[in-house]
Structure formats: C-alpha cells, structure tokens
C-alpha cells in the first residue's frame, strides 16, 4: 500500500519550508504518516486480507544528493515503519515522538541526514 498522501516523501515535512531542501509543492508531516490507516473503511474483508505492507516513495526531482534523501526520508520512514508493524489501536503517537526522540540519538550515531521538527513536539 503507497498512497501518494502520506507516502510519498518528496512533500515538505512542514509549513516552513524555507528551511527544508526544495521538495514537492506539497506537505507531509510526520503525524499524518503515523496516523494514517492503510487498511480504508472503505475496504471489504477480502480487499483488507490483501493489503500486504505498507511502502513509502521519494522521487527524486529535488533530491540532490544522500543528505537530501536522508532528510526528506526520516523520520518519517520510522513512522511508517511502526504502521507496518503495529496494530492501529495499540498506536500512540505522542508516544512515538518521545521514543523518537530518545531513538534519534542513533541516527546521530549514524550520521543520519534528518528532519528534527518532532524535537519541538511534547
């Protein structure tokens, strides 16, 4: 399942954008990948049984180099990720930014190209 809305990455992560890499008219942030339900209301039974994952996008128009992928891409690949792997009623998101932001130290380990407007979150 890749929606174009919320899981094309290429979109700003925020309205203010001037202090994000050229991207996408569009915007994107992090609760709206966290929040969203793959499995539409929508969906019969058996059309829900064949959604099998989820999957983010990231064309690459404006993308000018890896720090620029890294950055237009996490976190919100972590938010998808627990999509994936999470039950929707056992999703928390205020949750999510706290252990994000304890998490994030990895990605700084790792030299990881990120977004940090969730630092601001509570």
Same mark, same amino acid.
């Given at each position: 399942?890749?929606?174009?809305?919320?899981?094309?990455?290429? %979109?700003?992560?925020?309205?203010?954008?001037?202090?994000?890499? @050229? %991207?996408?008219?569009?915007?994107?942030? @992090?609760?709206?990948?966290? #929040?969203?339900?793959?499995?539409?209301?929508?969906?019969?039974?058996?059309? %829900?049984?064949?959604?099998?994952?989820?999957?983010? #996008?990231?064309? %690459?128009?404006?993308?000018? #180099?890896?720090?620029?992928?890294?950055?237009?891409?996490?976190?919100? @690949?972590?938010?998808?990720?627990?999509?994936?792997?999470?039950?929707?009623?056992?999703?928390?998101?205020?949750?999510?930014?706290?252990?994000?932001?304890?998490?994030?130290?990895?990605?700084?380990?790792?030299?990881?190209?990120?977004?940090?407007?969730?630092?601001?979150?509570?």
């Amino acid at each position: 399942m890749t929606p174009g809305k919320p899981y094309y990455f290429n %979109a700003y992560e925020d309205e203010e954008s001037e202090i994000t890499p @050229l %991207a996408y008219e569009d915007v994107t942030t @992090l609760s709206e990948v966290y #929040n969203y339900d793959p499995i539409l209301p929508r969906l019969n039974k058996k059309e %829900a049984e064949n959604i099998m994952g989820v999957q983010a #996008n990231l064309w %690459a128009e404006y993308v000018v #180099n890896g720090e620029v992928a890294e950055y237009m891409t996490f976190p919100r @690949l972590c938010a998808l990720s627990e999509t994936g792997w999470s039950p929707g009623e056992l999703k928390d998101y205020k949750d999510f930014i706290q252990r994000l932001k304890i998490n994030s130290k990895q990605l700084d380990v790792l030299h990881v190209n990120y977004s940090k407007y969730f630092m601001n979150e509570k």
